[in-house]
């Protein structure tokens, strides 16, 4: 199948399993909004982040080198499959054993009364992404979408029936999302005949050799991300400001509001799913370096045009999402939005460049370039915070992401040189800043300059889009 084809199948078909899903995932934000304190929520998130923390560690970046093996036509599925289940099972083991250690870390005194319900939530979560990465490798796109509908489906019935229904609170969640991960492992095992790959007569450690050589460079790459992420909430939650209140309301909020960026980053994912699989199998194609660029120009604009969307309807989306009904403090949310959806969209970009060392077997670049990353992001959080409160966290992060942008763009094209404008790149990010400078301010006729500034930002980006989509509905 002609690979421009093959990517705007796929990217279609995730699209068909993942939107509407991912809006139903959307909407909870108003159950949990009705339901959890700002306190509460904040608990919620960190655990939630903690979860992210721990997973590539003991699963040994299991994301990573299983799509990378699982779609290399050089290594036997089987093998595959069955060494990374094992590699995945002593790495539960493991975590089991020192998770409840780290309930002696004064900052992280929130994991009392949810280590055992932590350690289930990520030992669920590794095994449906065992599977879920595996069906991927097999080409089975429709199966993984699939299966991302049934899950959200589960995820959101189990929500209901614990939070609304039983008022477990933030337990609830937990288990809401064990429950839906498990069912979505076994459903994705069975219907996706992963029991032919498994056997032990499959295990290699010669293979294991391999996955760890390209895989642990990778590793402390994936927990830097979470650490600029977990590093927002434990300096609200641990600082203190004579402008703002801080505390683990503050991280609370700041949470619910990192809920609206995630529509931008929802497009992003359905893309990149796509994406990734053919970054991968076109890393030797002749003309690789022009399929770089039309992919990443397209890419580039629907960006840059659903968050000047997003940033000017960022009222109207919030009240949708998020629930004042019962806890007034999330009246403000909608302020601390439009930092986060320039910094969502860096981060977008940063995935996007982050495939290019995956597909050339240049790991140790994604890590260096995510370390500048976290060493912006720390330092920015401590000096931002006291002075701009929740602002100023979001600041910190979007600094943090721009700068592992920039970092990649140059670093990255080195080995796939593919073209790319810096110059518009900029005015389409300073007219962002813009937006947000207008909406966050509420200056007299807002709303007005703000559309103003959207229409340039779609008249500026909406030919390159355009061009490329042309081009792949010809070729497809």
């Known amino acids: 199948m002609n690979k421009y084809k093959k990517l705007a199948m796929n990217t279609m078909v995730f699209a068909i399993g993942t939107f509407g899903s991912k809006i139903l995932v959307f909407l909870l934000n108003r159950l949990y909004t009705n339901n959890f304190s700002p306190h509460q929520a904040g608990i919620k998130s960190f655990l939630f982040t903690m979860a992210l923390f721990l997973q590539p560690i003991f699963t040994?970046?299991?994301?990573?080198?299983?799509?990378?093996?699982?779609?290399?036509?050089?290594?036997?599925?089987?093998?595959?499959?069955?060494?990374?289940?094992?590699?995945?099972?002593?790495?539960?083991?493991?975590?089991a054993l020192i998770v409840p250690l780290l309930r002696g870390i004064p900052a992280l005194d929130f994991l009392n009364g949810y280590t055992v319900l932590?350690?289930?939530?990520?030992?669920?979560?590794?095994?449906?992404?065992?599977?879920?990465?595996?069906?991927?490798?097999l080409d089975k796109v429709k199966l993984f979408s699939l299966d991302g509908i049934l899950a959200t489906l589960t995820f959101f019935i189990f929500n209901v029936i614990f939070i609304a229904g039983l008022h477990w609170g933030v337990k609830g969640f937990m288990l809401a999302t064990i429950c839906s991960d498990f069912f979505s492992a076994v459903f994705l095992f069975s219907m996706g005949g992963l029991k032919k790959y498994t056997g032990i007569k499959y295990f290699s450690s010669d293979l294991v050799r391999v996955m760890m050589k390209f895989a642990v460079p990778l590793i402390p790459t994936i927990v830097m991300w979470t650490i600029t992420s977990l590093s927002d909430r434990l300096f609200l939650k641990q600082m203190h400001s004579d402008y703002y209140t801080l505390g683990e309301s503050a991280a609370?909020?700041?949470?619910?509001?990192n809920v609206i960026p995630g529509l931008i980053s929802m497009v992003s994912t359905i893309f990149f799913q796509a994406w990734n699989m053919s970054a991968i199998t076109e890393n030797d194609s002749a003309d690789r370096n022009r399929f770089y660029s039309k992919v990443f120009s397209a890419y580039e604009a629907m960006m840059f045009i659903a968050a000047a969307g997003l940033i000017f309807f960022v009222k109207f989306v919030t009240s949708i999402i998020v629930s004042t009904k019962n806890y007034d403090a999330y009246e403000t949310v909608y302020l601390y939005v439009p930092l986060l959806i320039v910094a969502v969209v860096f981060m977008c970009f940063d995935q996007f460049l982050g495939s290019v060392y995956s597909a050339t077997k240049h790991p140790k670049n994604s890590f260096w370039t995510a370390f500048v990353a976290c060493a912006v992001n720390i330092p920015m959080n401590y000096f931002l915070i006291p002075v701009w409160g929740i602002n100023g966290a979001a600041i910190a992060t979007l600094l943090s992401y721009l700068i592992c942008f920039w970092a990649r763009i140059i670093d990255a094209r080195y080995y796939v040189p593919f073209r790319w404008n810096a110059v518009k790149n900029g005015v389409n990010t300073v007219l962002l800043l813009v937006m947000c400078a207008v909406m966050m301010t509420e200056v007299k006729l807002h709303l007005l300059w703000a559309f103003i500034l959207a229409a340039v930002i779609i008249a500026m980006n909406f030919s390159s889009l355009l061009t490329t989509v042309n081009k792949l509905l010809k070729r497809s």
């Open 60 to 95: 040994f970046a299991l994301q990573e080198y299983l799509i990378r093996f699982g779609l290399d036509k050089g290594y036997d599925k089987r093998r595959v499959f069955t060494t990374s289940a094992v590699i995945t099972t002593f790495g539960m083991v493991l975590m």
């Open 252 to 257: 609370g909020i700041y949470d619910v509001a």
């Open 118 to 137: 932590l350690i289930t939530y990520v030992t669920a979560s590794s095994l449906r992404m065992l599977c879920q990465q595996f069906v991927r490798s």
